[in-house]
């Protein structure tokens, strides 16, 4: 890199350029999704106890997952969108997770 | 100070060669315009995750406080709705994801139908979802306005619900916290629905657009970026579906 | 014109005669704190001098008219280093001495006399277990750890006593605590530092330390005749809380006797510990940890208790130590007034309609 | 021909997309603003000459500091340096035409202006009493005033700042010239940049708590109302998870000026250039895990407390470090002494009385004495007013010959500067041993042994007044009859120096090609030599 380009990798990433993902992905991800729903639809019958709750959040994640992945062309993106998203999900949980650091360890000892 | 040089070097030399016309003028390449708005488009996207995480962070303080209320809050939500909007939202999502297929393919009328059936499903979605908030309505389920915790002190009086969860009566206390319970049901879903009514909106508009050939020439951003935005707004539902539906559905 | 010069003759008269700079120190815990304030003025002085010797010197040395041209310098990762490493050790102190003082004022000595705090706009109105009350002041004896358990009927308020250095925010919905230990007798500000409307600015009143005879004088003369336990025990039966907690076999609500201090298993086989802010739980929302071999059919006392009155039933509960008093009272039920002693607990649905 | 001159007509600048153009937009609207909030302030302070509340009732008291926090706050600080000398400078540093999205960059400034009207709305119907912290269950049940148009301006004001620093960021990505490296960028766009973090990721979680108090108050129902079942502390998290982040969107900007201005008039690099520029992203990054030193005695868990403590201390050190790399830019410099300069040195002294006192609140011990005295009053001025203030002012002297093309008269500047920090000390200093003393903050009354210290403050008050009057009546003095500055009057290395004044409306007549290092006046001294022949 002798002349620094310095729009990151636009050269490679630009709309002439656009990886288009085939529209047989796309069928595939709506038919698992669709399962996934009915799957959560029908776990939430069962009684699994606590893991209810964690069995439903896993499909949700997984379900967010595929959609960010595929619909929203992130496996195909740049390193900075990927990035992005990440940081999104990293504040995310700083906010959940450090206010609960409170709230779980109000109960410690007592005051 | 009057010293007004001008030390600039030029990149290339002015006049440049010719740009599509809707390369707008800051930019030097229409690469750089896609990249800087689809970029721009996922900042925005960040700032949606935190204004819903406060939202999730509230559901999941009192979740944990008043269980049981709601547990039979959302025995409360109907399941068949919840799960039919939830596949809605997924198939507009796959229809969107088309129409950008569409226009990154040039094809026009695979776009113009793509939009048009996600502008339909958007509005499928609404349509439920204005549904169910009627019968909230009616059932006297709104918060603040003339709340009633009927149902949850004497389940029986609703012989609907309980024919299918035989929910035991809550505590009149407890059955207070239903509130909580539909406030954010109705702040999340409210949220939601915004968010839908503004994208069902934009695509009326582009749909049109679509039409005239706008997005078939090349040049797609806003398709894609829209297509981000609806997606988005897809993966929400997909957690407000699990959190508020399906609390303890078993028996 | 006509209203500022009062206020300079004002200023004038009091310019030496009134300017303190430093609180009194009038608690066990003053002293540390303070030392602890003076540790980190030191610090900060040093440091600020330090930045502004170098400022200023820097200045004075390389000034374009005696250092006309300059030296470009990338940078000094040993320098760098230094001004991470010192102020990081530094500040780390400050945390360590900082998190030891809080810990000590937060965690009250078992043998401290508690008294109970109700802020609520925009008055102080604390309960001494002798029954004696007082608003807008607080009578103390020195040399003697004091509890406050402190809540609040509305807002957040937040009781401030800047001579002990302690503060605690009485917030709606639960009990927090603080404690402090007088040292000097004497009259000191209560403050309440959290703004709460209004008359925040008139929400405040007197600590009164005193010695301990003095105080013992205190207590007599503002005697109201019944104990803070004994008010809850007229409470207990007024709204027919022996009904259920009789203490005998048949009682459909468990028997409280020595329950304070004790270790409950709830119907989650959660464990928890019975302390004051477990009981006023139990009495306001007692569905949300229902006791073990119970079923949640007690009623609600939300929006019919005072937080007072919640003080005085916590009181009671806490001084029982075995059924016979709560069986005297059932006895004696039908000697109260006929109106205190037929409160039923209103529907709850009457209740919640009300929200 | 420039970017003033190039179109003429109010309609020219409503409709504009030229983010110098937006800039001045945005300068006038908040200096507007800010003298809104500095004459509340002025009630604030005339109203504490006297122990009693003789000027005004609590009530109206209330209101008047209420307003001033959220006025000064969002209307003014938030916005101050990014929204005009950012807005300015930042597409000119990165070597682009404009910011990449234009019309977004107008919509902000509208958002702005909706805001301000709505706050001034609120200001003529009667005004609110929240306090600039909207603290619940007080806001949502307890309060008769304009809570919800102010909660309403501050969520637009939010939505203004969150384009803004998306805005940025994108252009600090996609719009750099070429050769224009992460490393060459000027440390000013790298404290924007962090600030922008800052205000995409935080200013969204205040905007949903604001909407959950509206609804709580149109409904009546209780989230953060504890006798309804709700949690206040919950309000607390979510308000300071975005408010603590946001007191360095009030710094971070205003530290990117000061490391110009430090550079420039030291004629040097600055010092540590890469530490500096880390310390910003360090700062951003850490601001996301402190904010519960706001709530300290709010009866949040003990255990807890430990956790933020210790994270506070740790985002300290970086503020320390950009001091000290402040510090030795200046060794071995050859130093003058402009008006941008003294305020930059005014910034450092304040800023590092104001930081070391925040520290002794992150200090969990001593906050409990301290919290929600006068010295948390005295020492959030100190980095706000005594900081940014001081920085915004730094820079607006700095960038008003490439904004306007003129000169100001430096020696009446550099007596406001002089009036400034002397009335500021003046003002600030004596609130910290006020606060020492316990006088709480948010009293329309005090006792009256507070007194003599709280006329110093009147007294100092009136001077800073003085000292802010100053520069916008030479300032719009200069504009017809300053000096003109040519394009680059202090010799700054930065790329919007290296243009005209004012610049283009396209900012370089051809897209430069960025060669050489961040801050390299050797760089600067060849190019005078090489061209200075050639310009008439
Ligand atoms: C621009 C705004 C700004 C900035 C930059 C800061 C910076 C800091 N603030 Fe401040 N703060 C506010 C604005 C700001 N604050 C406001 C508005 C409030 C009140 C809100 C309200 O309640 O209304 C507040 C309140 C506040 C509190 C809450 C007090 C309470 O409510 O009880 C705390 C507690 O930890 C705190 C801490 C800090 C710390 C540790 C920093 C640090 O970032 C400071 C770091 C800087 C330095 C440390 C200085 C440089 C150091 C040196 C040069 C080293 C010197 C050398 C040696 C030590 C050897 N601040
Ligand atoms: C950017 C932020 C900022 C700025 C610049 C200022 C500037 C000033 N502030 Fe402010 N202040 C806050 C942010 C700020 N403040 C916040 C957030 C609070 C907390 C609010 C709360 O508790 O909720 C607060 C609270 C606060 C208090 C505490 C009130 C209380 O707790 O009871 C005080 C008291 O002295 C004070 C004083 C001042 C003074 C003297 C100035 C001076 O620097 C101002 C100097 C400027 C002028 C004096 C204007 C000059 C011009 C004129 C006078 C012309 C007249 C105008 C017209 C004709 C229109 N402020
Ligand atoms: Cu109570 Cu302030
Ligand atoms: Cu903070």
């Not at chain 1, 038919?31 to 964690?54: E, H, K, P, Q, R």
């Not at chain 2, 290339?12 to 740009?19: P, R, T, V």
């Not at chain 4, 108090?213 to 919950?234: C, H, Q, S, T």
Request: hydrophobic share 50%; proline share 5%; net charge neutral.
């Amino acid at each position: 890199m002798s002349e620094p380009h310095a729009h990151d990798n636009a050269a490679a990433h630009g709309e002439d350029e656009h990886h288009i993902v085939s529209w047989r992905v796309y069928l595939a991800i709506v038919l698992i999704l669709l399962a996934a729903t009915g799957t959560t639809a029908a776990v939430s019958y069962v009684d699994l106890g606590i893991f209810n709750a964690v069995v439903a959040l896993a499909i949700g994640v997984t379900k967010a997952t595929l959609v960010v992945l595929f619909f929203m062309h992130v496996k195909y993106s740049t390193k900075l969108t990927k990035l992005t998203v990440a940081s999104g999900i990293f504040t995310f949980l700083v906010l959940i997770g450090m206010t609960l650091a409170d709230y779980i360890t109000r109960a410690w000892g007592n005051w | 100070m009057s010293d007004s040089q001008v030390i600039v070097h030029g990149a290339e030399k002015a006049g440049h060669h010719e740009h599509p016309s809707y390369q707008r003028h800051h930019f030097e390449t229409t690469a750089q315009q896609f990249d800087a708005t689809n970029f721009a488009m996922w900042i925005f996207l960040l700032t949606e995750i935190m204004f819903f995480g406060g939202l999730f962070m509230a559901y999941l303080i009192f979740r944990n406080w008043y269980y049981p209320a709601f547990v039979e809050g959302s025995h409360q939500l109907s399941m068949f709705w919840g799960t039919m909007n939830t596949t809605v939202l997924i198939v507009s999502s796959f229809t969107m994801a088309m129409g950008v297929w569409c226009a990154e393919k040039k094809l026009k009328n695979g776009l113009v139908w793509s939009l048009i059936l996600t502008f339909l499903l958007g509005l499928g979605f609404l349509g439920i979802k204005s549904i169910e908030w009627t019968e909230k309505v009616e059932k006297h389920h709104v918060p603040g306005f003339h709340y009633s915790i009927q149902a949850f002190t004497n389940p029986a009086s609703d012989p609907e619900v309980y024919k299918e969860y035989h929910d035991n009566p809550l505590p009149p206390d407890m059955a207070a916290h239903t509130q909580v319970y539909f406030f954010l049901y109705f702040a999340m879903t409210g949220m939601h629905a915004l968010h839908m009514v503004i994208g069902v909106g934009i695509l009326a508009v582009m749909i049109f657009l679509a039409r005239a050939g706008a997005y078939t020439n090349g040049h797609f951003t806003f398709v894609e970026n829209f297509g981000l935005y609806w997606h988005f707004v897809d993966i929400i539902w997909i957690f407000l579906y699990p959190l508020l539906y399906l609390i303890s559905r078993h028996t | 014109m006509s209203h500022i010069s009062p206020v300079l003759w004002q200023f004038l008269q009091h310019w030496l005669s009134n300017f303190p700079l430093w609180p009194p120190e009038a608690s066990t815990i003053a002293p540390q704190m303070d030392a602890l304030i003076f540790f980190m003025i030191l610090v900060s002085l040093i440091g600020l001098t330090i930045v502004i010797l170098f400022i200023v010197g820097f200045s004075v040395l390389y000034r374009k008219q005696r250092h006309p041209v300059a030296v470009q310098i990338e940078g000094s990762t040993l320098l760098e280093a230094t001004w991470t490493i010192i102020p990081l050790g530094l500040f780390l102190v400050m945390f360590v001495w900082g998190s030891l003082i809080y810990f000590r004022v937060y965690t009250p000595p078992a043998n401290a006399m508690n008294i109970y705090v109700v802020g609520k706009q925009w008055m102080w109105k604390a309960e001494h277990p002798g029954g004696q009350h007082e608003i807008n002041a607080l009578h103390i004896p020195v040399g003697r750890p004091i509890q406050l358990t402190l809540i609040s009927q509305d807002v957040f308020h937040s009781f401030s006593i800047p001579a002990f250095r302690v503060k605690r925010e009485a917030i709606p919905g639960r009990y927090t605590s603080v404690w402090f230990q007088a040292t000097k007798p004497g009259t000191y500000h209560l403050f309440c530092t959290q703004y709460c409307g209004t008359n925040h600015s008139a929400m405040i009143g007197q600590i009164v330390a005193m010695t301990p005879d003095d105080y013992k004088k205190w207590l007599d003369e503002s005697n109201s005749g019944n104990s803070l336990a004994q008010n809850g025990e007229r409470l207990f039966a007024s709204l027919s809380c022996n009904a259920c907690h009789s203490g005998r076999a048949d009682a459909r609500g468990p028997s409280l006797a020595n329950v304070f201090g004790s270790t409950l298993t709830l119907t989650t086989g959660e464990k928890v510990n019975v302390d004051e802010a477990y009981l006023r739980q139990a009495i306001l929302s007692p569905s949300e940890h229902v006791t073990q071999g119970y079923v949640p059919i007690m009623p609600t006392y939300q929006g019919q208790i005072s937080e007072d009155g919640v003080f005085a039933l916590i009181e009671y509960i806490k001084s029982l130590n075995s059924n016979y008093r709560v069986e005297q009272t059932l006895t004696t039920t039908d000697l109260l007034p006929e109106s205190e002693g037929k409160a039923a607990p209103a529907t709850a649905e009457k209740g919640a309609v009300k929200q | 021909m420039n970017y003033l001159s190039k179109e003429k007509g109010l309609l020219s600048w409503l409709l504009t997309g030229d983010h110098k153009r937006i800039a001045i937009l945005y300068l006038i609207s908040i200096t507007f603003f800010f003298f809104i909030g500095g004459a509340l302030a002025g009630l604030i302070r005339l109203e504490l000459l006297t122990p009693q509340p003789d000027l005004m009732a609590a009530d109206t008291y209330n209101k008047v500091f209420s307003m001033h926090g959220i006025i000064m706050v969002f209307l003014f600080l938030v916005p101050s340096v990014p929204a005009t000398i950012g807005n300015f400078c930042l597409p000119m540093m990165v070597g682009a035409k404009d910011l990449a999205l234009p019309k977004i960059n107008l919509l902000s400034w509208y958002l702005y202006v909706a805001a301000g009207v709505l706050m001034l709305y609120t200001m003529i119907a009667g005004g609110v009493d929240t306090g600039w912290t909207f603290t619940t269950p007080l806001s949502t049940h307890y309060l008769n005033s304009h809570v919800i148009s102010a909660g309403m301006a501050a969520f637009i004001a939010g939505f203004s700042s969150i384009f803004t620093g998306l805005n940025f960021i994108v252009t600090t990505h996609k719009m750099r010239a070429p050769g224009m490296t992460w490393f060459r960028l000027p440390l000013f766009v790298w404290s924007h940049y962090a600030a922008s973090i800052l205000m995409i990721l935080g200013t969204p979680v205040l905007a949903i708590s604001l909407v959950l108090i509206m609804l709580e108050r149109v409904a009546g129902i209780g989230v953060f109302d504890p006798a309804k079942g709700g949690d206040p502390l919950l309000f607390q998290h979510l308000f300071w998870f975005y408010s603590h982040p946001a007191v360095y969107i009030m710094i971070l900007p205003g530290m990117g000026v000061i490391s110009e201005v430090v550079s420039t008039f030291a004629r040097k690099r600055v010092f540590g250039y890469t530490a500096v520029a880390f310390s910003s992203v360090a700062i951003a990054v850490f601001a996301f895990f402190v904010w519960e030193h706001h709530m300290f005695i709010m009866g949040v868990s003990n255990y807890s407390t430990l956790v933020f403590s210790l994270l506070t201390m740790l985002v300290a050190v970086p503020s320390a470090i950009k001091i000290f790399n402040w510090t030795f830019t200046l060794y071995q410099g050859s130093i003058t002494f402009e008006t941008p300069m003294l305020y930059a040195f005014g910034f450092m002294g304040l800023f590092t009385i104001g930081g070391l006192t925040g520290v002794f609140l992150g200090t969990t011990g001593a906050d409990i004495h301290l919290t929600e005295t006068y010295f948390i009053v005295a020492h959030f001025h100190f980095v706000m007013v005594g900081g940014m203030l001081m920085a915004f002012l730094s820079g607006i002297h700095f960038w008003w010959p490439k904004m306007t093309g003129r000169m100001y008269p430096e020696k009446i500047s550099q007596l406001a500067a002089l009036i400034t920090f002397l009335g500021f000390n003046l003002t600030f200093f004596p609130q910290f041993i006020l606060g020492m003393m316990g006088m709480p903050r948010r009293y329309a009354a005090y006792p009256p042994e507070f007194q003599t210290l709280n006329v110093f403050s009147t007294a100092g008050a009136t001077v800073l007044g003085v000292g802010y009057l100053l520069p916008i009546l030479y300032l719009t003095w200069s504009l017809k009859y300053g000096e003109i500055a040519g394009g680059n009057p202090w010799q700054a290395t930065g790329l919007e120096w290296q243009t005209q004044s004012p610049p283009l409306t396209e900012n370089f007549p051809e897209i430069p090609i960025m060669d050489h290092e961040a801050y390299d006046y050797e760089w600067l001294e060849r190019q005078r030599e090489k061209e200075v022949p050639s310009v008439g």
